[in-house]
């Protein structure tokens, strides 16, 4: 049996996951008390369900923190347990909120929103790196939708190595792993010419493949993912998120992600995002 279990942030996108989780013809089951997952599995494995997602967050109360050792004991009886933790910035949890004039589940008419997301934070601090970790911030529902696909679709057996492109002027993407700043570099925008296109266009890798810096910038990145991946694969990591950052994450860092992703993608299971250009 293979579960894939969504957990997350309140209106991080969880419901849009287990939404597309459903038409891949997963049997899902949302808002699960964290005590039951264990009980539900059985029950589904004798049935014959091959194939489930189960949605568990704050909603399960204090039951959720136990969620670690209740994930090891279903690993132990041979399920292949997968975890999807979706997250975003507070002020966007906040507008969000504010715009669909929802209450947050832990809402008790005493803290203000921006404290019962910060509460909630807390009370998933045990479980948010467990697993897969999804920055929604900038992400609109199609991006998200297309990001998940690719999700299900990875050999979970083997490592994913995941680059992903940001503009440091929307904030630092809350999934990464490592993160490396390369505004230092020469800037396409400034250019008539280049400014409207991206780092995937023809035109903008002419650029900065020719630009020295750029080429010594990709050779110490490449360096330092190279030396230093082996011992997250020893670590039985499962995914690892190497973010780049210009200003706009338009040029620069889609151009360095891309040509990242090209190079290891003969030695690793590789994935390519480009947040700002998912808009």
Not at 151 to 179: E, M, N
Not at 184 to 191: A, S
């Amino acid at each position: 049996m293979q579960l894939f279990l969504i957990s997350g942030l309140s209106g991080s996108g969880k419901s849009i996951a287990l939404k597309v989780l459903e038409d891949s013809s997963y049997y899902c089951v949302d808002n699960l008390p964290a005590d039951l997952l264990a009980a539900l599995v059985e029950l589904l494995q004798r049935a014959g369900y091959s194939n489930i997602a189960v949605s568990i967050d704050v909603r399960s109360a204090n039951s959720v923190q136990r969620l670690p050792p209740l994930l090891q004991q279903i690993k132990d009886q041979n399920v292949d347990v997968h975890v999807l933790f979706m997250d975003a910035q507070t002020d966007t949890l906040v507008k969000r909120f504010s715009e669909t004039r929802r209450l947050h589940p832990l809402s008790d008419g005493v803290r203000t929103l921006p404290e019962c997301v910060s509460h909630e934070r807390e009370l998933l601090a045990g479980i948010s790196d467990i697993g897969h970790h999804i920055d929604t911030t900038e992400l609109n529902a199609n991006a998200l939708r297309a990001w998940i696909k690719q999700f299900i679709k990875l050999d979970r057996a083997r490592l994913t190595l995941l680059f992903q492109s940001f503009g440091y002027k929307h904030g630092v993407p809350l999934d990464s792993d490592l993160v490396f700043d390369v505004r230092c570099l020469p800037n396409p925008h400034y250019n008539p010419v280049l400014q409207p296109l991206t780092g995937r266009d023809t035109a903008v890798i002419e650029f900065l493949d020719n630009t020295p810096s750029a080429q010594d910038m990709f050779k110490d990145i490449r360096d330092f993912v190279e030396r230093w991946l082996p011992s997250f694969v020893a670590d039985n990591r499962s995914y690892l998120t190497v973010a780049l950052g210009c200003t706009g994450g338009q040029h620069r860092s889609v151009y360095l992600a891309e040509k990242l992703a090209r190079y290891f993608e003969h030695q690793q299971q590789v994935l390519v995002r480009h947040r700002e250009l998912s808009q």
